[in-house]
């Protein structure tokens, strides 16, 4: 077989998805990993095929397989987490995610928003909240849009009572020039919610 015969066979598998060919996507992906049953990247996409498909267990049993070939594999720990929450298992989702979050280390901030997001699926908030300051830092930092992440900061410090904090994240929303006037009402209603439940804001 000719060389990466079985990624440009999981490439097209993928493409094909994304046009509608389902049952040759299928195809595609099976003679991927006929060509190269040991090749991570293959059984990578293998499961992100079934993912896009919701055969969830297909998804688990390809990403898996990655995992055997590579362990640690961060491509394979994201498409199993985010198979996992799709399939209704957040708990195992977020452990998985943090499993790709400690790989991943603090600096990845597509890692850090899907930890954030399945943390908050597990009920998991004081890591969700981790990485979501996190996440607020680095896009400061960087000179990136930081109000979407600055609402679910503020949205999770409610949740477990901080109205201060809280408060702080939704005010600093609030001044970002670009909101949408949806967005505008959504916080403009959160200030005033936790103002009026927090009384003092002695927390």
Known sequence: ??????LDLSRLALLLNLIGQRAAAREYAAAAITAE???????VGAAALALAQK????????ANAAL??????????DVLARTL??????????RVASDLKSRAGDADMNVLFLH??????ARAFGDEQDSLERLVQLATTRGLPAVDFRIYLGQCYAR???ARPA???FEAAARDPHLTAPQKRDIATAIATIRARAGNLGD
């Open 1 to 6: 077989l000719p060389r990466d015969r079985g």
């Open 37 to 43: 049953p040991q090749n991570p990247v293959v059984r």
């Open 55 to 62: 055969d969830y267990p297909r998804a688990v049993t390809e």
């Open 68 to 77: 055997k070939i590579r362990p640690g594999d961060p491509a394979a720990l």
């Open 85 to 94: 929450a799709a399939a209704g298992n957040p708990d195992a989702a977020w």
């Open 116 to 121: 954030a997001r399945l943390a908050n699926a």
């Open 160 to 162: 477990q009572g901080l």
């Open 167 to 169: 408060l702080e994240q």
